[in-house]
Every structure is written in structure tokens, then in C-alpha cells.
């Protein structure tokens, strides 16, 4: 499985960005996903994730309410879709899957994903 993320740039505080993810190789539909992000300096965080189906999706605190991911099966694609960014937004975003099932309690762990994308830079600053 490769992962080829995607949809960076840079952009004013308050703006907004689509961060895109494609999937080559096995079967999309059965992967779990997830976005994290890594600032410099500072440990990669957990950012959103979405189950196989698509109907449990969870979200760090620090994007709630601004951050939607979602996915098409049938592009192969996970989307962060990120609005009212902020500086400290700022980071390098870093798509993720799991072939199979993760229980709700891992979603957000790192280590719970065995594919990783190259990551995407998204700088908000004005």
C-alpha cells in the first residue's frame, strides 16, 4: 500500500484547505484512516480518523468543529477538509491507514496504522 498525500500550501489564518491522500494497492474500502500532523520540533499528533465504513470518525479537541475527514471509496481517497485555520495548524500532515479494523480506543495512536503518506506542508501565516 502506498499513500501519496497532497493539498498543502500556504494560506492566511481564518482560511481554509483540502488535503487529499491516494491509495495505490490493495483494498481501499477495507482500510481504517487517519490524518496526523508534526510540527517542527514538536511529536507527531493525532489529528482525525474514520473507521472502515465511515461512521465513526474522531477528532483531536484542537480541530473539533473545523476539521472534516471523510473518504471515497471509489478514488481511492481520503480527504482532510480543514476551515478557520490557525498558525498553529501549522505542521506537516501526514495520511495514515490500517488494513482492517482498530478499535475506537486506538484510532488515535500512531501506532495503530501500518502505512504512512510522505506528508503535505500547510503553513498558515499571514
Known amino acids: 500500500v502506498q499513500l501519496q498525500a497532497s493539498g498543502g500550501g500556504l494560506v492566511q489564518p481564518g482560511g481554509s484547505l483540502r488535503l487529499s491522500c491516494v491509495a495505490s494497492?490493495?483494498?481501499?474500502?477495507?482500510?481504517?484512516l487517519a490524518w496526523f500532523r508534526q510540527a517542527p520540533g514538536k511529536e507527531r499528533e493525532f489529528v482525525s480518523a474514520m473507521d472502515l465504513s465511515g461512521v465513526t470518525r474522531k477528532y483531536a479537541d484542537s480541530v473539533k468543529g473545523r476539521f472534516t475527514i471523510s473518504r471515497d471509496n471509489a478514488k481511492n481517497t481520503v480527504y482532510l477538509q480543514m476551515f478557520s485555520l490557525k498558525p498553529e495548524d501549522t505542521a506537516a500532515y501526514y495520511c495514515?491507514?490500517?488494513?482492517?479494523?482498530?478499535?475506537?480506543?486506538?484510532?488515535?495512536?500512531?501506532?495503530?496504522?501500518?502505512?504512512w503518506g510522505q506528508g503535505t506542508q500547510v503553513t498558515v501565516s499571514s
Open positions: 494497492g490493495g483494498t481501499f474500502s477495507s482500510y481504517a
Open positions: 495514515a491507514a490500517r488494513v482492517g479494523r482498530v478499535v475506537a480506543s486506538a484510532m488515535s495512536r500512531a501506532g495503530a496504522y501500518d502505512y
